[in-house]
């Protein structure tokens, strides 16, 4: 019987094993590549994935059975596209990717200056125009020293600073290399810029003795290298110009820029694209509400109806997925809004501290409720670039005073209370006079008649 159950408990926990990934999405990937012997260029990136308990799935472009649905389900969790060559099937359209990101699909996109028009028709859809077929981004002041022809072996550090997406380590350490195509990236505030060109950069074609006659798509630190958008439904699609930025032979390659004494012996590409991938397939910068609560100043029940004015707390936790864990979020700019129609009161909220078992930060503020009665929500709407977004309601109804809830005796009625008592006293003091009056005119008539 024991060995039976001991059976069952290592089949439940290999299954659990297996399933959980590092990601907080899913761990099924879908690799699309042009040819299988490709796998063998970027055998460390894949290494890197399968180390971090990914299942990934290579396909051909060419093969007819990929599919990113099944009867309306998404069969992957992950999309990783390293295929360039024109598309032969027309499983990977610009409709299915955008379904798949719609349903919550991250996708990691690296493309080179063969782009396919269904990847240029899907980058559009979100706002990145890549430049022609064939072109190169060209800077004539940072190329890797090797490169003594067309300057198209940039060396970069020009990236974003932003420890959601890129760690410090990758952000101070050693400058990437990077060789394929420009883009433009659009105003979309869901775009993160990751990687840019350098001011003395273009983008253009590279033949033999080419000739710049027409103006350029993009010039300078306008062309995009790497962008990322982070969709609404927090899916992430990750736009990266360069193929053999995730090669062997870029991660291992040494480093010195043309006319600089400085030599690295290392790219910094493995670093950048290990912090990539964790960002794009949601290992990092990832936040959830973990709880919330409400009451006034002194009581600790939450109710659903509060009264006018009342002094009011308000409460959240916040976690930020951090190292395969949850991990109390650090973020000194939560802020809570009241809200009936237009925001009525916007505060900052406190972080709380806290203590080493917790998992979530708390967050608080203190707050009169305004002097208005109605059904009001309680919204922390936090939305920062790199991170996941928050946005969680409440429903509270503030009501106005009851009858008996009111002051007995307030100053201002005073002339009120003054009134009444001397309408009192004036009518008493009639009745006693008209009596008396009265009887002393009845007397006198009478006194008259007996005359
Ligand atoms: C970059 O330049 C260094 C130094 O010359 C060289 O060793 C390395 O191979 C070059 N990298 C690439 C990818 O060509
Ligand atoms: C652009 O390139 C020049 C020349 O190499 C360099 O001095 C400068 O720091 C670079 N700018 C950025 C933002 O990387
Ligand atoms: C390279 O450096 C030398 C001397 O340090 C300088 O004269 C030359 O103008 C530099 N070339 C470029 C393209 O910056
Ligand atoms: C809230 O915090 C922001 C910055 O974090 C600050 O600029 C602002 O003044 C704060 N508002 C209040 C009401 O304290």
């Known amino acids: ?28 990937v879908l ?3 042009d040819k299988e012997d490709d796998k063998n260029l970027y055998t460390k990136f894949f290494e890197s994935l399968e180390g971090r308990d990914y299942i990934l799935t290579y396909k051909t472009a060419s093969d007819p059975s990929i599919e990113l649905f099944s009867y309306g389900e998404r069969v992957f969790d992950h999309f990783i596209n390293f295929a360039q060559k024109k598309d032969k099937t027309d499983n990977i359209t610009p409709t299915s990717l955008i379904s798949f990101v719609n349903n919550g699909g991250n996708i990691l996109l690296a493309i080179s200056s063969e782009i396919t028009e269904n990847i240029r028709i899907f980058a559009r859809e979100l706002d990145i ?22 300057h198209t072996l940039l060396v970069s550090n020009n990236v974003v600073n932003n420890e959601a997406i890129l760690s410090k380590e990758v952000i101070e350490g050693p400058p990437v290399l990077f060789r394929g195509i420009g883009h433009k990236a659009g105003t979309v505030p869901l775009l993160t810029k990751i990687m840019r060109a350098n001011d003395t950069a273009y983008s253009y074609e590279t033949k033999d003795g080419q000739v710049v006659d027409q103006e350029p798509l993009a010039i300078g630190n306008s062309i995009g290298l790497i962008s990322a958008l982070q969709a609404r439904n927090n899916a992430r699609v990750t736009f990266v110009g360069s193929l053999e930025f995730f090669s062997d032979r870029f991660f291992d390659s040494p480093v010195q820029k043309f006319n600089s004494s400085k030599s690295y012996p290392r790219s910094g590409n493995e ?76 505060v900052n909220l406190t972080a709380l501290p806290t203590t080493k078992n917790n998992h979530a930060r708390k967050y608080e503020a203190h707050l009169q409720l305004p002097d208005v009665y109605g059904v009001f929500t309680l919204k922390v709407n936090y939305k920062r670039p790199g991170y996941t977004y928050i946005v969680d309601t409440t429903t509270i109804t503030i009501r106005h005073f009851r009858h008996n809830e009111y002051p007995r005796y307030i100053s201002a009625a005073y002339p009120y209370y003054t009134g009444a008592a001397s309408m009192g006293i004036g009518f008493l003091l009639f009745c006693f006079i008209w009596i008396v009056n009265k009887d002393a005119g009845k007397t006198a008539a009478e006194k008259k008649k007996t005359n």
Request: aromatic share 16%; no cysteine.
């Open 271 to 346: 670093a950048f694209v290990n912090d990539l991938t964790k960002w794009t397939l949601q290992e990092k910068g990832v936040l959830r509400v973990t709880s919330r609560s409400h009451h006034k100043e002194d009581e600790y029940e939450q109710l659903e109806v509060y009264r006018i004015k009342d002094n009011f707390i308000y409460t959240i936790g916040i976690s930020e997925y951090v190292n395969d864990q949850w991990q109390p979020f650090n973020g000194n700019d939560v802020q809570l809004e009241l809200i009936m129609l237009d925001p009525y009161i916007r």
């Open 1 to 28: 019987m024991r060995q039976i159950l001991s059976i069952v408990f290592f089949v439940f926990a290999a299954f659990f094993f297996i399933v959980e990934s590092k990601s907080t999405t899913g761990s099924r």
């Open 31 to 33: 690799v699309l590549l």
């Open 129 to 150: 125009e890549f430049d022609e077929r064939d072109t190169f981004v060209i800077d004539h002041f940072n190329y890797n020293i090797s490169d003594d022809g067309k």
